[in-house]
């Protein structure tokens, strides 16, 4: 299986809240783990990334954990601001054939309200 | 800096028509991809290259065909447009060598209506 399950697909918070974005995998073969923010108009950039021996990492405001049993794992963002409004993407990436393979969480559109 | 660049920005086609996408990066990056992005399903792979000369097919090939004459180009091509085609397409090159760890960076999109 190739799929990254992300959910939800859109999300509502208030300025200072902690929006959670959580995705799932099953092929145990991915190793590496990045999330992707995008702007309207923009094409997507690397937020963070974390590999499946680290259980969290975080980057400023942004916490990615990790649950490799589970084969899941999240992004947290702390104090959310409406400069956050964005569409996020996680994705699970392996080596196949001599190349990255990236797939690709189908999106979370979020809303910061100030 | 200018990273990776996509043109046309926007384009409206009609059916049966071609076009050739072009995407270019200066960060001396061995692979690159084309992705098309489509509402509720994220990215997906059209071709990718990993390196001057070389191309492969990646999830969605059919109905494109790609190029990569020099290291820094990647062209995409629709030799027939077909309104399924309708779509955002990115374009994104990474560093070479397999590493799985290496992130992706994208251009900033071409908006494609195929009418």
């Known amino acids: 299986q190739q799929q990254v399950k992300q959910s939800p697909q859109s999300l509502i918070v208030q300025k200072g809240g902690i929006p959670i974005i959580n995705c799932a995998y099953e092929?145990?073969?991915?190793?590496?783990f990045p999330w992707y923010q995008q702007f309207p108009g923009k094409g997507p950039a690397l937020l963070i990334a974390?590999?499946?021996?680290?259980s969290e990492k975080k980057e400023g405001r942004f916490t990615i954990s990790f649950n490799k049993s589970a084969k899941q794992f999240s992004l947290h963002i702390m104090d959310s601001q409406p400069g956050d409004s964005a569409t996020y993407f996680c994705a699970a990436s392996r080596n196949s054939g001599g190349y990255q393979k990236v797939t690709f969480g189908t999106g979370t559109k979020l809303q910061v309200i100030p | 800096n200018a990273g990776v660049t996509q043109t046309p920005k926007f384009r409206v086609l009609k059916t049966g028509q071609s076009m050739t996408l072009l995407c270019a990066q200066d960060m001396n990056h061995e692979y690159m991809y084309w992705y098309r992005q489509d509402p509720g399903m994220g990215l997906r792979l059209i071709h990718y290259?990993?390196?001057?000369?070389?191309?492969a097919k990646g999830e969605v090939p059919d109905g494109y065909n790609v190029s990569r004459l020099k290291k820094q180009n990647f062209l995409l091509g629709l030799e027939s447009a077909a309104p399924s085609q309708t779509s955002v397409y990115f374009c994104a090159s990474s560093y070479r060598r397999g590493a799985s760890n290496q992130p992706q960076h994208f251009g900033d999109g071409t908006r494609l209506s195929i009418l």
């Open positions: 974390i590999r499946p021996d680290v």
């Open positions: 092929n145990t073969a991915f190793d590496y």
């Open positions: 290259s990993v390196g001057e000369g070389t191309t």
